[in-house]
């Protein structure tokens, strides 16, 4: 199953803390989308979710300085 979080405008580390809240509620297999800001919200959503084992499948630029990650529930 597909989810979608919007965190743009969300500070670091919240953006890392609540995308980690929503995983935990999602069954293994399953993928979510984030939008957050470019810069250092991508870099450290991306870093922190990969260091809780989860699978990164994509982050890509969405232009207007926000990047969609979509992460595979592990």
Do not use: W
């Amino acid at each position: 199953m597909e989810h979608n979080l919007d965190l743009r405008g969300v500070a670091c580390p919240m953006n890392f803390v609540k995308t980690r809240l929503f995983l935990d509620k999602l069954p293994a297999g399953d993928i979510l989308k984030v939008l957050v800001d470019g810069g250092e919200p991508v870099e450290s959503v991306c870093a922190s979710i990969k260091e809780e084992g989860h699978e990164i499948v994509s982050s890509q630029d969405q232009g207007q300085g926000y990047f969609q990650v979509t992460i595979r529930k592990v």
